[in-house]
C-alpha cells in the first residue's frame, strides 16, 4: 500500500482578523491556499511548517503552532487523481509583506499573488479556497479560538 502524501500547511491569521493566503494556478483553475507544502522524508510537521514557510513567505517562525484541522483530499498530477493529507497549524502574527524569493521553481510557475484577506471576506468570496469551506472555518477560528483537537475541514 503506497503511502499517502502528506502537506502541512500554516494559517497565518493576524491580531486585525486577517489571513494569509496565496492564490496559484491549479489543474482547473485559480484557487486561494495557505501557505505550506509536502513534508519531506525525515521531517517532523514543526520542522515541515518552519521550512515551508521560510520557503514560502519568508516568514520565520519561532514558536511550536497548534494543529487545528486536517483535510482528506485530492490533486491532479498528470491527469490522474490522487489522495492527500493536509495538515494545518494556527499561527499567529503581525502582518508581513511575504517573498518569494525563496520559492522552487515549479512553486513559483504556478504562484499567482498572495493577500491579507479580511476573514469576514473569504466564506462571501466568489473565489475558490481550499480547503472548500474555508470562510467557514475561519470564522469559527477568529471567534472560537483553536479547538484542542483537528477538526476535519472536508475536500
Not at 116 to 128: A, G
Amino acid at each position: 500500500m503506497k503511502d499517502i502524501p502528506e502537506s502541512i500547511r500554516a494559517v497565518l491569521m493576524s491580531p486585525q482578523g486577517r489571513v494569509l493566503l496565496m492564490k496559484i494556478q491549479g489543474s482547473r483553475g485559480t484557487i486561494w491556499i495557505t501557505p505550506g507544502g509536502r513534508r519531506e522524508a525525515g521531517e517532523t510537521a514543526p520542522e515541515t511548517l518552519r521550512r515551508e514557510l521560510r520557503e514560502e513567505t519568508g516568514f520565520n517562525l519561532i514558536s511550536d503552532s497548534q494543529e487545528i484541522w486536517v483535510r482528506h483530499g485530492t490533486f491532479f498530477k498528470g491527469g490522474e487523481r490522487l489522495q492527500e493529507r493536509e495538515r494545518f497549524f494556527y499561527v499567529p502574527c503581525e502582518e508581513f509583506v511575504p517573498v518569494t524569493k525563496s520559492m522552487e521553481d515549479a512553486e513559483l510557475s504556478c504562484f499567482r499573488e498572495y493577500r491579507w484577506w479580511p476573514v469576514s471576506e473569504v466564506k462571501d468570496s466568489p473565489d475558490r479556497f481550499v480547503p472548500a469551506k474555508l470562510g467557514t472555518l475561519l470564522e469559527d477560528l477568529q471567534v472560537n479560538g483553536p479547538s484542542p483537537d483537528a477538526i476535519e475541514t472536508g475536500e
